[in-house]
């Protein structure tokens, strides 16, 4: 061996050993003079600080850190000099074990092996004023440094570091800010490349509270984070990088990465998260308890791909920006309205709606981009949809569909109306509360097309084919266009609006006033007669059970409502209306319904070769009962009467009577279901003016007249302009006293005509021939003259099987003294004519 290398190693074992002497010395010295060592150090550390800091023991570990220097402390406590008036103590550590590399020192240089905290408590607060106890730590002056001077100061490193069983809280009561971290174990290793520093941490730590705003809550609330990061910092541009790698949070794995920049005053940060596949409720709970609020009010049954970025600032107050897509694909979404199934969107949120408008609840908004969905098997699309404002959310978008109308039953109900064939396409922007649904309804403007559409309105039994409607919303009212019904051989076109009607279909839908124009080439009204019939439900037999009916009870209601209770206005334009035999030409009228009620006005139609008007009203019930007051114009009596089946009658019928009728009608009764008179339901009166008429064939006249006027023409009786009055109760007809004159006799008539039993009419009828009565110019001497001679009294009574039986009136004498003694009694009580 060389003697320089015998001479080296000598020398190299003498320092050997007397660094283990120098240890070995020091460990000796310090567990001798602990006390005295132990408040050089605190005092020394006091001098930098504004507060104190205190150390139950110090022991060094020798062999534990060799061959660096190691201490262990003991009841570590960090106090600023405020603590008296806040009480967070900075750092209260049980044991606090440091080493630190020996070789390091020799060259002024401060490089920490290994720094290991256990069983410690760090609280970082700061009051509303914006003090931190963080300013226990004195800042030093900034002295200006000549560039060409070296630098020489030294730095100091950590190697390694660990932490466990410790509670890390930062409390910004000036920014609302809370981070309160209960951590598991910290290991981590470090690097000191030229640029910076790089770090690899494993964590395994409960995040307690995650808030930026703990006016809105944590997030990540109670979760534990597990996993791995590798950090680094750039000298040069002050920001550490956390390169993205998995973090478990609670029990889903995420992607994160994050960026904090330390050069900014107030630390801004940039945080990134992704999900592959997570629940949407695992994923709302991550979030701050705001936003939860709003989120769950939906739900999905399959996992998402979600993302969330987050930037702010640490020293800052308010939240930060969120921003947060997910991708959703087949899945099944639960709402308050209902489950839509086949579901897929693209959405985001964000709490920057509106730049400008901060960064908040009011400013913050959902979009959901592509959504595709089936609702109760009915297939939409919505391309974008908005919901905006977390406080109060609102949700706006456009919303197209088209399907079998068919598909409309299950959603209406089983109770109302049932389509059986035809399409709808619509297209709908909306705009709906999604919070407070029973006192804000949804607002929708569009329109809805259905064509070619049979549909069942099964209240009233009604059947309407080939039908098709246009359903145009606005901002307030509704119009319905383009409507064609076609029940039977009636074909009917209406156009109608609904004004403020969704404000009154969700509020009041008793009170909506639908105004309908409607015009017809023909109508048969006995295809109508189900609008007569009294509403009335049966229970739901649907197979889908008690769930499904209950989910359907909501819109069943409110449409059952909305139709039954609501108003109609209806204007009338018909060319042709049929009923039964009845024809009507040129049809106007004016007619509200409501609450079971049929209002007529402006009521004018043609028939006969004449024209009629009439008001009136119609009370549905079991009986339907009406009202009405009719005025009939020159109307030929022999098509009129066949076209009513002669109101009755069964001895004087349309085949008796010849002429033109004038008449004013005012009667009430009840009419069925069927459209038939209630039997002795009628009441009221009718005034008759004739003319140019001619009483045909008529039995009871021929069966007197063959006996008292042989070689008179009875088949074809003329007469000039009869005037009469019969008043209606029931099933008896009271005729006025009524004078005939005609071109075979005269005759006075007045009795009670009965549609069952109790006919007694009195007939005065002159043998004498007024054939050549008419040429009597002054009608005084022909009034005299018409009942000179001998006059036959004859009275009409009940005869068998419903016919009418002729008889002598024995008692005329005394029926006519009674009649004038009543005559007499009603001119003394009838008050005077008023004087025009």
């Known amino acids: 061996m060389p003697k320089w290398l015998k001479i080296t190693l000598k020398i190299a074992g003498a320092l050997v050993g007397l660094i283990i002497i120098m240890f070995i010395a020091l460990t000796v010295y310090v567990n001798n003079n602990k006390q005295k060592v132990l408040a050089m150090i605190t005092t020394e550390l006091n001098k930098n600080l504004n507060g104190t800091l205190t150390i139950g023991t110090i022991d060094p570990t020798l ?21 008296a008036q806040h009480h967070h103590t900075l750092l209260t550590a049980k044991d606090l074990e440091v080493s630190v590399n020996a070789s390091a020192l020799l060259k002024g240089e401060v490089v920490i092996n290994k720094i290991d905290i256990s069983n410690a408590d760090i609280d ?3 009051d509303s004023t914006g003090y931190s106890n963080t300013s226990i730590f004195k800042t030093k002056p900034k002295v200006e440094k000549d560039p060409k001077e070296k630098q020489t100061s030294s730095s100091t490193q950590i190697g390694r570091f660990s932490l466990n069983k410790v509670n890390f809280v930062v409390d910004d009561r000036h920014a609302y800010k809370l981070f309160k971290f209960a951590v598991n174990d910290i290991q981590g290793r470090m690097e000191y490349p030229a640029k910076g520093w790089n770090a690899d941490i494993d964590l395994n730590t409960i995040a307690n509270s995650f808030s930026f705003n703990t006016k809105k809550g944590s997030f990540m609330k109670n979760r534990l984070l597990k996993g791995h990061f590798d950090i680094s910092y750039d000298y040069a541009s002050q920001v550490i990088n956390l390169a993205p790698n998995t973090l478990n949070i609670g029990d889903n794995p995420f992607t994160v990465g994050a960026q904090f920049n330390l050069k900014s005053p107030e630390t801004d940060f ?35 791909d979600v993302t969330c970025d987050l930037k702010g600032s640490f020293g800052g107050g308010g939240d930060p920006l969120i921003y947060v897509t997910a991708k959703v694909k087949n899945n099944v979404l639960t709402t308050r309205g209902g489950t839509v199934e086949d579901c897929s969107f693209n959405g985001v949120f964000s709490n920057n709606y509106i730049n400008g408008k901060g960064l908040n609840d009011d400013n913050s908004v959902i979009k959901l981009y592509h959504f595709n969905g089936s609702y109760k098997n009915i297939p ?19 919303f197209r569909s088209r399907f079998p109308v068919t598909k409309l039953n299950p ?6 109306l049932k389509f059986t064939k035809g399409i709808v396409d619509l297209k709908l922007a909306y705009k709906a509360d999604i919070v407070n649904f029973k006192f804000t309804k949804p607002f929708v403007t569009g329109n809805v097309d259905i064509k070619n559409a049979d549909v069942n309105y099964l209240p009233r039994g009604l059947i309407f084919k080939n039908n098709s409607i246009a359903l145009k919303f606005t901002d307030k009212d509704l119009y319905i266009n383009n409507i064609r019904l076609q029940n039977g051989s009636s074909v009917v076109y209406m156009q109608g609006k609904v004004s403020n009607f969704l404000n009154l279909y969700y509020t009041d839908p008793q009170k909506i006033l639908i105004v309908w124009q409607i015009t017809s080439p023909q109508i048969h009204l006995g295809e109508f007669l189900g609008f007569l019939n009294n509403r009335g439900y049966e229970s739901s037999k649907s197979s889908g059970g008690a ?86 114009n020159h109307v030929n009596t022999n098509t009129f009467f066949a076209s009513f089946n002669n109101f009755g009658l069964k001895d004087f ?7 033109f009728l004038s008449a004013r009608v005012d009667i009430k009764g009840g009419i069925k279901n069927t459209g038939d008179l209630v039997p002795k339901s009628i009441k009221g009166f009718a005034q008759v003016n004739l003319t140019d008429g001619a009483l045909v064939n008529f039995a009871p006249i021929k069966s007197v007249g063959k006996f008292a006027f042989p ?37 006075d008539v007045e009795g009670t005509y009965s549609l069952s039993r109790g006919t007694n009419i009195a007939i005065d009828v002159p043998l004498r021939n007024p054939k050549n009565d008419s040429k009597i110019a002054d009608e005084t001497e022909r009034n005299k003259k018409r009942m000179k001679g001998i006059v036959l009294h004859i009275l009409a009574t009940d005869g068998d099987e419903g016919k009418i039986k002729i008889k002598w009136n024995k008692n005329h004498k005394k029926t006519k003294a009674d009649d004038d003694e009543q005559k007499s009694d009603d001119t003394q009580q009838a008050p005077e004519p008023k004087q025009n």
């Open 270 to 304: 940039t945080i990134n998260l992704k999900a592959d596949e997570i629940l949407w409720n695992d994923a709302a709970n991550l979030l701050a308890a705001n936003i939860i609020k709003s989120l769950k009010m939906f739900d999905l049954k399959k996992p998402i």
């Open 124 to 126: 970082l607060f700061t």
């Open 411 to 416: 959603v209406i109900g089983d109770e109302s």
């Open 653 to 659: 019928t349309s085949d008796n009577l010849r002429g």
């Open 711 to 747: 070689f008179r023409d009875l088949d074809n009786i003329t007469f000039g302009d009869l005037k009469a009055r019969f008043d209606l109760d029931g099933d008896k007809i009271k005729i006025a006293p009524m004078q005939i004159n005609s071109s075979v006799l005269n005759m």
């Open 63 to 83: 062999f534990k850190g060799f061959p660096g220097v190691s201490v262990e402390l003991k009841d570590v406590v960090l106090k600023d000099n405020r603590w």
């Open 547 to 632: 769930g499904k009916r209950m989910s359907n009870a909501k819109i069943t209601n409110q449409l059952n409502t909305a139709f039954d209770k609501g108003q109609a206005e209806l204007h009338l334009r018909l060319a042709k209306v049929y009923y039964k035999k009845f024809l009507a030409t040129s049809v106007n009228a004016d007619i509200l319904l409501a609450d079971n009620t049929m209002k007529m006005r402006n009521v004018s139609l043609k028939s006969s070769g004449g024209s009629l008007s009439l008001s009136g009203l119609v009370l549905q019930g079991p009986t339907n009962n009406f009202a009405i007051s009719t005025t009939i």
């Open 380 to 398: 939409f699309t919505i391309d974008t949809a908005f919901i905006n404002n977390l406080n109060t959310p609102v949700a706006t978008g456009i």
